[in-house]
């Protein structure tokens, strides 16, 4: 066991892993990480599906009998990536029962062609809940404002949420907004609110690719000494937003009946730019009750050379409102950067989905 991934989920961190295939599930590889690499729950995305289909033969025996079926496409990819969930849910459900329901999730992706219709979305999100049936599963849904009153409504039903796509610290706002709305609606409707967990996906080495180009383009040294700060910087901010809620008497309300804070999860954390230190979207960003969420590859980085100093989150609010500051005054255009990276990340999603079944597609043609 690495004294750098201990010592980080000794600061409160949880350690997801950004990946999920058959072949890690049916050889215990899972399940190893989870022994010697402190991984406490598992996110998954179509694009993390397709390449799993993509190698070796783990889907065959599943995919031949979809064939023989004549299920369409759709159906097959529900059936394909709703057996490893349920699956991995299982193998993680130790870990659910011994951390009392807060970690031990596995994360599935709502269809992204339906991030900006609502109704479709809840009716997405109900069928994944039901065919899953595990008690740690978290339905991701885009924090898109067609998702917000889909968030809502999924959490008021008492399904857990895995807020997605959020770049923005105001739709970080709208998101928290959501779901004490949910939560509130599920204690008038007599839930349990100790059984809904959700977590708020900050999407953050996104942000520094989006900036740091726009930078390079203005050229300045003021600009070009702002690199690779942007996207630490709106992570801190949108971790102090989340304490401005959790100080209110309204949150106070809910978790008397039970309910759990929605925790910041640091995704998209593997780093872009090979210039910046592979683990700086870990060892920056390190704060008691959040998750991050890294592919292996980032995992095994932090483990060999990560900086687990303590709290690095917590004293760096007004270091984080300086440098967006400072990025205002070389002209960059926040708001513009977020509503782009919004709509590039569902056109990305909706491109992997389509990945995604066109593997399926051309998986059961062959079989």
Request: net charge negative; proline share 4%.
């Amino acid at each position: 066991m690495s004294e750098n991934l201990k010592a980080l989920t000794a600061q409160g961190v949880s350690i997801w892993l950004d990946d999920i295939s058959r072949d890690r599930l049916r050889s215990g590889n899972l399940e190893e990480l989870i022994r010697t690499k402190e991984v406490s729950g598992v996110t998954s995305n179509p694009t993390i599906f397709a390449a799993a289909l993509r190698k070796g033969d783990a889907y065959a025996e599943q995919l031949h009998d979809l064939a023989l079926r004549g299920v369409d496409v759709g159906e097959a990819v529900r059936a394909l990536t709703t057996y490893d969930i349920r699956w991995a849910c299982d193998v993680l459900m130790p870990v659910y029962r011994e951390s009392g329901g807060k970690d031990g999730r596995v994360s599935i992706e709502v269809d992204p062609r339906l991030a900006r219709d609502t109704e479709r979305t809840v009716a997405e999100a109900r069928a994944l809940w039901w065919l899953v049936d595990r008690p740690n599963l978290l339905i991701k849904i885009p924090a898109t404002v067609e998702g917000l009153p889909a968030i809502t409504r999924c959490l008021a039903e008492g399904i857990s949420v895995n807020v997605t796509l959020i770049f923005s610290i105001e739709r970080y706002r709208a998101v928290i907004e959501a779901w004490l709305d949910g939560l509130e609606q599920a204690r008038a409707a007599g839930r349990d609110l100790s059984t809904i967990e959700s977590v708020a996906s900050f999407f953050v080495s996104r942000v520094d690719t989006e900036i740091d180009k726009r930078l390079e383009a203005i050229g300045t040294p003021e600009a070009l000494e702002l690199r690779g700060k942007a996207a630490v910087a709106n992570a801190r901010l949108a971790h102090a937003a989340f304490e401005e809620y959790i100080n209110t008497p309204r949150w106070e309300s809910l978790a008397a009946d039970g309910a759990r804070p929605q925790r910041p999860l640091w995704a998209s954390t593997g780093v872009k730019n090979p210039a910046y230190s592979p683990t700086l979207y870990v060892d920056e960003l390190v704060t008691r009750g959040t998750v991050n969420t890294m592919p292996e590859k980032t995992i095994d980085a932090v483990a060999a050379q990560g900086r687990i100093t303590g709290d690095t989150v917590r004293d760096f609010y007004e270091d984080a409102k300086s440098v967006m500051d400072r990025l205002k005054k070389v002209g960059i255009d926040y708001d513009d950067v977020v509503r782009v990276l919004e709509d590039e990340g569902v056109a990305k999603f909706e491109a992997s989905w389509n990945e995604l079944l066109e593997t399926v597609a051309g998986e059961l043609k062959k079989a």
